[in-house]
């Protein structure tokens, strides 16, 4: 329900910029996340000349690393400061958070017997992204950004016992990334 009122706001926003003129919005792919089985949407509004706020959602299809197997998706609100540009163009600096929700599986060897290891995971943190965006003939973006984060997480097995999953998901990490969209 939280993403839900989430996504509400950032809507209605877009619709108040329309009315109001500003009618700077842009949606948007990341396309290096479709080779990793990952759908990474995004919606861009301008809230001011130098300000927008963007939602960003992605769909884990699911993937490995190393024997782990992950599935699940995630939700990125950023608030995008364009301090030398006309939103929603030029460089930028961005605070975000990020809500993360992955099932997890694992192959758990003890003496000699075998078992599947499941587990849920749910990570909530937040950090600044530094980049930029340029639009070419009025209407495609190219977004590039990167930078810190940190991540604090929960871990709920199903089945199996602590330890047998590692969920690589508390700590610091680095969020990186590219889009091309449609500005309208």
């Known amino acids: 329900m939280k993403k839900m009122k989430i996504l509400f706001v950032v809507l ?3 619709l108040l ?5 500003l009618a700077q919005n842009v949606i948007k792919i990341n396309y290096l996340s479709i080779p990793l089985s990952t759908l990474n949407l ?10 927008s706020v963007q939602l960003q959602g992605y769909y884990w299809f699911g993937g490995s690393l190393g024997d782990v197997k992950y599935s699940g998706y995630g939700i990125t609100p950023e608030l995008r400061f364009y301090p030398n540009g006309e939103a929603p163009q030029g460089f930028f600096l961005a ?5 993360q929700d992955w099932t997890i599986e694992s192959d758990v060897t003890e003496d000699t017997e075998t078992y599947t ?6 990570s909530v943190g937040g950090g600044l992204c530094l980049g930029g965006q340029w639009v ?26 602590e330890g047998d999953i590692d969920p690589r998901g508390e700590g610091f990490t680095i969020r990186f990334g590219s889009t091309i969209g449609l500005k309208f």
């Open 117 to 122: 290891a499941k587990a849920h995971s749910t």
């Open 12 to 14: 209605l926003m877009g």
């Open 17 to 21: 910029n329309l009315k109001a003129g």
């Open 42 to 51: 995004a919606y861009e509004t301008a809230v001011s000349e130098k300000a």
């Open 136 to 161: 070419f003939g009025d209407m495609i973006t190219l977004d590039v950004w990167g930078g810190p984060g940190y991540n604090f997480y929960s871990l709920k097995y199903d089945q199996g016992e």
């Open 95 to 99: 605070p975000y958070g990020r809500y």
